[in-house]
Every structure is written in structure tokens, then in C-alpha cells.
């Protein structure tokens, strides 16, 4: 909205006849009667000569903001995105920071797995040596019962 608008206030006195009789006018931007201090007189002008003054008491517009309304706003638009790019960065942060301990709990599962491999290796030839030797008592034992 382009509050350089210049807008027209026209005031006209009725008659008893039905006619509308122009008292005065003036021209001002949005902006200007946006800005207008209630206490201000309005000049109103009729073929270039004053023809007297007039008080607005109060000027606004419905559905749209003023340019200090757009700025605050903007303002608290902008510290909302910092607010959320300092939590982004915090989040990513934790995120690496989980990332680095998944990877150290990888790792010492990767070396836990390893250990468990080694020690059923170490398991299995000693299933085998028992075997073994088992297989030698009991030849060593039919031996002594043959004689």
C-alpha cells in the first residue's frame, strides 16, 4: 500500500432542500493523516481561500499497517530467525556430538565382536584339544584293558 496516496477530505454542509452545499476541502498523503496529532486543525480550502478549520479525532485504517507497525514487525521477523538460527546451530551441534559418540560406540562394538570371535575360536580348539585327548584316554585306556 502506497501511503504517498494523496486523499481528499471533503466537507459539505446539507440543506433543508436536499442540497449539499461543499463547505471546504483539503488534500493530504495516507501517511499525513495517519500522522495527525488529534489536537491539529484541518485547513479547509473552497476556490483557494480558507473557509475554515476542522479536527479529526482519530484516523486509522482497517487491514493494513502502518510503516512503524511494518518495522516492528520486520524486527521481531528478524530476532525470531536469529532466535532460530542459534537454536538450528545448537541442534546441529548435538547432533555431531551424537554422531561422534555412535561412532565411538560402533567402534568398541566392532572390537567387542572381534574379542567374542577370538575367545569362541579359542573355544572351539579347546572342544577340539578335549576331544582329542579324550580319544587318546580311551585308547590308552582299551590298551591297558587288553593286556
Not at 471546504?24 to 488529534?38: H, K, Q, V
Not at 538460527?85 to 546441529?92: M, T
Amino acid at each position: 500500500l502506497d501511503l504517498q496516496i494523496p486523499l481528499t477530505l471533503s466537507l459539505f454542509d446539507e440543506e433543508s432542500d436536499g442540497n449539499h452545499d461543499l463547505m471546504g476541502s483539503c488534500e493530504r498523503t495516507i501517511e499525513n493523516f495517519l500522522a495527525m496529532d488529534p489536537e491539529e486543525d484541518i485547513v479547509l480550502l473552497r476556490d483557494g481561500d480558507e473557509r475554515g478549520n476542522v479536527s479529526i479525532l482519530e484516523v486509522g485504517m482497517e487491514g493494513f499497517t502502518t510503516n512503524n507497525e511494518a518495522a516492528k514487525i520486520a524486527m521481531n521477523a528478524v530476532a525470531n530467525v536469529e532466535r532460530l538460527k542459534v537454536a538450528i546451530e545448537a541442534k546441529e551441534e548435538n547432533a555431531k556430538n551424537l554422531a561422534v559418540q555412535a561412532e565411538e560406540k560402533d567402534a568398541e562394538a566392532q572390537k567387542l565382536a572381534e574379542e567374542a570371535k577370538a575367545a569362541h575360536e579359542e573355544a572351539d580348539a579347546a572342544v577340539q584339544e578335549a576331544e582329542e585327548a579324550k580319544a587318546d584316554y580311551e585308547l590308552a585306556l582299551a590298551a591297558l584293558e587288553s593286556l
